[in-house]
T-cell receptor, first 114, second 115 residues
Framework: SQKIEQNSEALNIQEGKTATLTCNYTNYSPAYLQWYRQDPGRGPVFLLL?????KEKRKERLKVTFDTTLKQSLFHITASQPADSATYLCALDTVDTGRRALTFGSGTRLQVQP | EPEVTQTPSHQVTQMGQEVILRCVPI?????FYWYRQILGQKVEFLVS????????KSEIFDDQFSVERPDGSNFTLKIRSTKLEDSAMYFC?????????????FGPGTRLTVL
């Protein structure tokens, strides 16, 4: 079955810096890879989706890359702000079954210090 | 902006009791989902629902679980006989379509505590 690895250690950065979060997966490459934000006690909030044939996707201060050779996605937040502090989840679709169910990683907690 | 709502926000129950968790998906959405997140663990898929029937379910979704759309707006998850290990946050989600690129919008969750 698909395994997803995200840095379990919290990432602490200074305001204004770029945060880079990693998502690695094993086995087959997903057709789509998604990033969500989750605040404590809240549901995940969709941020970005990148397709297997896309190298990079941007939305405002967010950038996602997808390297199917490395089986890795990187999620960048530029000019980070304290309000960006949250847990960021990587989620994969599966291509072999066409299931709509999302498989989530355990998330990386980001703390942006003012 | 339309959002998924869930009630109650927190449910405490005794082991062996039945619970029903309620969700109101976004009004024009056709696909509905339940996920759960045990404290400190990953968000896990339970079930998806379309056209008044289950379209997919995970290994977690055993005979103790059932889902229903009792009317045009609500979507419920029933756990027949709760166990201690059912304690978790339960998230409802909905999407407009069923394609894998259709964004799933999550509700705020119901925290279920089984004593």
């Amino acid at each position: 079955s698909q395994k997803i690895e995200q840095n379990s250690e919290a990432l602490n950065i200074q305001e204004g810096k770029t945060a880079t979060l990693t998502c690695n997966y094993t086995n087959y490459s997903p057709a789509y890879l998604q990033w969500y934000r989750q605040d404590p006690g809240r549901g995940p909030v969709f941020l970005l989706l990148i397709r297997e044939n896309e190298k990079e996707k941007r939305k405002e201060r967010l950038k996602v890359t997808f390297d199917t050779t490395l089986k890795q996605s990187l999620f960048h937040i530029t000019a980070s702000q304290p309000a960006d502090s949250a847990t960021y989840l990587c989620a994969l679709d599966t291509v072999d079954t066409g299931r709509r169910a999302l498989t989530f990683g355990s998330g990386t907690r980001l703390q942006v210090q003012p | 902006e339309p959002e998924v709502t869930q009630t109650p926000s927190h449910q405490v129950t005794q082991m062996g009791q039945e619970v029903i968790l309620r969700c109101v998906p976004i009004s024009n959405h056709l696909y509905f989902y339940w996920y759960r997140q045990i404290l400190g663990q990953k968000v896990e898929f339970l079930v998806s629902f379309y056209n008044n029937e289950i379209s997919e379910k995970s290994e977690i979704f055993d005979d103790q679980f059932s889902v229903e759309r009792p009317d045009g707006s609500n979507f419920t998850l029933k756990i027949r006989s709760t166990k201690l290990e059912d304690s978790a946050m339960y998230f409802c989600a909905s999407s407009e379509g069923g394609h894998r690129t259709d964004t799933q919008y999550f509700g705020p969750g119901t925290r279920l505590t089984v004593l």
